[in-house]
């Protein structure tokens, strides 16, 4: 069935480092959702993306659509210790409806 | 604040039991989505309304049911509880087939932790 597989599962930095992680799928999304959770919060939408190719920036944050609608890429540039949190990559399932279907996420540490 | 809503935050209760969870849905949206996460299963799609209709069915347990009313809030309904069903369960909304730019993205409210002991 579909999946969205999450990369690095998680990575701890220093304050003002850059940030990269990235979600790939064995099939074609037309849209990707970059969401942010803190700890008891509900998902955040930062980001969506709906043309391949297509570069997206929200602040310190840009993210990219895939050439091959397969993938996609979350920077984050300059991170602060609120950058902490799990940051999930989703896209459209392949139901009928307009569900999500989520990757399993990438859990930030920012040390100050 | 995402404008969608959750009641209750928290909710302690027996197994065998029955619970039933609130959501509303950001002013004008018609699509109210209901999903459950849990440590090991990540966030699952549970069901979606649209506009007092069922519109779609994710990995929803018979045990549990959802309707969306009128006035357009939607409350999920979970029964017979098991162990198990502890986690968190979220609702979001869309404003899906207002014809607007990005209408697929879903807004998420606080959610409610559901603890079954």
């Known amino acids: 069935g579909q999946q969205l597989n999450q990369s690095p599962q998680s990575m701890f930095i220093q304050e003002g480092e850059d940030v990269s992680m990235n979600c790939t799928s064995s099939?074609?999304?037309?849209?990707w959702l970059w969401y942010k959770q803190d700890p008891g919060e509900g998902p955040v939408l930062l980001i969506a993306?709906?043309?391949?190719?297509e570069l997206t920036s929200n602040g310190r944050l840009t993210a990219q659509f895939g050439i091959t609608r397969k993938d996609s890429f979350l920077n984050i540039s300059a991170s602060i210790p609120s950058d902490v949190g799990i940051y999930f990559c989703?896209?459209?399932?392949?139901?009928?409806?307009?569900?999500?279907?989520f990757g399993k996420g990438t859990t930030l540490s920012v040390s100050s | 604040d995402s404008g969608v809503t959750q009641t209750p935050k928290h909710l302690i209760t027996a197994t065998g039991q029955r619970v039933t969870l609130r959501c509303s849905p950001r002013?004008?949206?018609?699509?109210v989505y209901w999903y459950q996460q849990s440590l090991d299963q990540g966030l699952q799609f549970l069901i979606q309304?649209?506009?007092?209709?069922?519109?779609a069915k994710g990995n929803i347990l018979e045990r549990f049911s959802a309707q969306q009313f009128p006035d357009l809030h939607s409350e999920l309904n979970l029964s017979s509880l098991e162990l198990g069903d502890s986690a968190l369960y979220f609702c979001?909304?869309?404003?899906?087939?207002?014809?607007?730019?990005?209408?697929?993205?879903?807004?998420f409210g606080p959610g409610t932790r559901l603890t079954v002991l």
């Open positions: 979001a909304s869309s404003a899906e087939g207002a014809g607007l730019a990005g209408d697929n993205e879903q807004f």
């Open positions: 099939s074609i999304f037309n849209t």
């Open positions: 993306l709906y043309k391949a190719g």
């Open positions: 989703a896209g459209p399932t392949n139901q009928a409806g307009t569900a999500l279907i």
């Open positions: 002013s004008g949206d018609l699509s």
């Open positions: 309304y649209y506009n007092g209709e069922e519109r």
